[in-house]
Each structure stands twice: as structure tokens, then as C-alpha cells.
């Protein structure tokens, strides 16, 4: 059902808060600040960009616009493909301070498949250099910390989804308006919310007249927005203290395109050429008391609000599809060619 598929999309964002015997994403804020901002940004990169890419698909399913007042109620999900590029980051590039050591040098992203190397981080921080811990009053402490796991086996097919579910309806003019909405769904630990709109016109008629044949052309302009936000759960274990734990990703996204469909009464191909574009930011928010040692006593390190991250992507979109027509009801599906290639389909209940 479309709210299993939504929970399905919001564990895809989840799943980096969840602590599997304490490797979840809180364990970044052991390294330096600057450090976990870029081991983050890393690890959460294919989420964040095949959100964006993903949640821009879909709007179109013919190139013909609706007549005034006739209307069409879409049910579709859109999957974003991961290359197994995306799999894994190196961390050498990232340039991180010489706070910090690892082996091996790669480690997952969410999207990655296996579990990350235990312990394969070892921080250091000199004595006496950290404001956070004790008033900046301490000795050299050290720790290792594990990243998280890779979660690419739980996900469908290995892949990012996002839900369509839209109204579009027949203006004069040629134009028609398409609407996203998705209030806010969920549960008190995990909720998204989607709002987005489109706007088609039709301009088959400027190619002089083709009104007679089965060709059709148009122009589409489309935004969304989406929220997504986790609550952070402490982890058992005396390591980390959470409080007030919260990741919250807010995701813009918009499309430019041109589309064109050859609509035959029962079957329609249709396809569309453009750019896609947008952006995302990843906050991680509350209290978290954090453990080192030097090896007799433990020390304390409290950070607040610790991580803010942000992520842009852009490119041009391919989409080629297929729709079929059982009287009111339609059923499509398109493949799209961008950063992440995507998978569209649903079903449409369809008037004038």
C-alpha cells in the first residue's frame, strides 16, 4: 500500500539513526567537528542526491494536456538507481585533520552493501585543545569509533525511492496544473512531508497542423519540496548520551522539460528531454555527551546541535515510458537516464 511504500522511504533516511549495538551515525561525532561534518556529508551523499533526482521524476506521463476542467489522480513511485560508484567513499581526499587515522581507507555510504570495518578510526585529541570537554582542561585523549553499516540489502532493489502522488487538472489556454501533496505521514519517531507543483502547456499546435495526428508536444516547469525528519535515538551503552535527538534533511528540487507522446487509443509512448536541478541540507540536532579516555579516567565531551550539512546536484534528464489505457484507468512506466537513472510507475485515474 502507498503508506507502507512512504515508511518504506522514510527508514531509507532512518536507517542512519538506527543503532545496531552502537554503530550508528552518532558515532561520527567523535571525531573533530570539522571531520564529522565530511565523514557525514560522505556517508549520506546517495540519500541526499537520489532524494533530489528522484522526487523531480514522474509528472508526466503523456505530452497531452487535459481539455479545461478534466483531471487525472496519479498513484506512482519513483526508484533511483545507486552505482556502485556511490557504494563506498575513499576518505583520503576529503583532506580530514591530523586528528584523525583510518584503515582501511574506504568505508560504505548508506548505500553501500556490508558492514563498515569495526573500529577502523582511531581519534585523537591533544591535551588541553578542546573547549568541549571539561572547559578545555584535559590530557591527550584517544578513541576508535566504527562508521555506520551499509543498508543497501534492505531498500527495493537496491534502490532510493520517493513517492508521486499527484492531481493535475485541464486550464484553458493549453495549460494544465499538476499538485503533490503529501501531509505530514508517519509515526512520533519518523515523519515526511511533500509538497509540489507543476505546469504543463501544451504547444503542439506551434509545429502548424498537427492536431490531427497522434503526435503531441509540450512544456513542462516543475518544483517539489519534501521534509524528512528522525528522531535519534539513545544508544544503550554508556559511550554516547543522547537527548533531544533529532535529523531532520529538507530536500528542493525542480525541472525544466520538453515533452513529446504519440497517444494511440490504447497505448501511449511518451518521453521527455530536460535539466533537473536542486539542492538539500542535513541537520543533526540535540545534546550529545560523548566518552574518552587516556587511559585511566574517562572524560566527557558535550556537544550541542553538532551537525549542519548541505548538497546541491544538477544535470540533464532522459525519460522515455509507456502507458496503457483501460478506459479511465492508466497504467505507465518510465525509465529516466540522469546521475542516478530512475525508475517510474503507477497507476492514473483519468477524466477528459
Do not use: C
Amino acid at each position: 500500500s502507498m503508506k507502507k511504500y512512504i515508511l518504506i522511504l522514510i527508514s531509507v533516511f532512518s536507517l542512519s539513526f538506527k543503532t545496531k549495538a552502537q554503530d550508528g551515525i552518532e558515532n561520527i561525532l567523535f571525531a573533530d567537528i570539522a571531520d564529522a561534518n565530511k565523514l557525514t556529508t560522505e556517508y549520506l551523499r546517495p540519500v541526499a542526491e537520489g532524494f533530489i533526482l528522484g522526487m523531480s521524476n514522474g509528472w508526466y506521463h503523456t505530452a497531452k494536456v487535459h481539455k479545461i476542467l478534466g483531471f487525472d489522480i496519479t498513484i506512482g513511485a519513483n526508484l533511483s538507481m545507486v552505482s556502485s560508484s556511490k557504494e563506498s567513499f575513499n576518505v583520503n581526499p576529503l583532506n580530514l585533520s591530523s586528528r584523525i587515522t583510518q584503515n582501511p581507507a574506504t568505508s560504505p555510504t548508506i548505500l553501500g552493501s556490508g558492514n563498515a570495518v569495526t573500529n577502523a578510526f582511531e581519534v585523537t585529541i591533544p591535551a588541553n585543545s578542546d573547549p568541549n570537554i571539561n572547559g578545555g582542561n584535559h590530557p591527550e585523549l584517544t578513541r576508535n569509533f566504527t562508521m555506520p553499516d551499509g543498508f543497501r540489502d534492505d531498500l527495493p532493489m537496491s534502490s532510493v525511492p520517493t513517492p508521486a502522488v499527484q492531481v493535475a487538472l485541464g486550464l484553458p489556454g493549453k495549460f494544465e496544473v499538476n499538485l503533490r501533496f503529501l501531509p505530514e505521514v508517519g509515526n512520533d519517531e519518523r515523519k515526511l512531508n511533500l509538497f509540489g507543483l507543476g505546469i504543463k502547456k501544451e504547444i503542439t499546435r506551434w509545429f502548424g497542423p498537427m492536431d490531427k495526428t497522434p503526435l503531441h508536444i509540450s512544456l513542462l516547469g516543475a518544483f517539489t519540496n519534501m521534509k524528512v525528519s528522525s528522531i535519534i535515538e539513545d544508544p544503550s551503552g554508556n559511550d554516547i548520551n543522547i537527548t533531544n535527538g533529532l535529523g531532520e534533511m529538507k530536500l528542493n528540487s525542480y525541472t525544466v522539460q520538453a515533452l513529446a507522446s504519440l497517444n494511440f487509443p490504447i497505448i501511449n509512448i511518451y518521453g521527455g528531454f530536460g535539466y533537473i536541478g536542486g539542492s538539500s541540507s542535513l541537520d543533526i540536532a540535540g545534546r550529545y555527551e560523548l566518552q574518552y579516555s587516556d587511559g585511566l579516567t574517562s572524560y566527557t565531551r558535550i556537544l550541542n546541535n553538532p551537525i549542519n550539512l548541505d548538497y546541491d546536484v544538477s544535470g540533464f534528464t532522459t525519460t522515455i515510458g509507456a502507458r496503457l489505457s483501460l478506459g479511465i484507468f492508466k497504467i505507465f512506466g518510465s525509465y529516466t537516464l540522469q546521475e542516478y537513472n530512475t525508475l517510474n510507475a503507477g497507476i492514473s485515474f483519468s477524466i477528459r
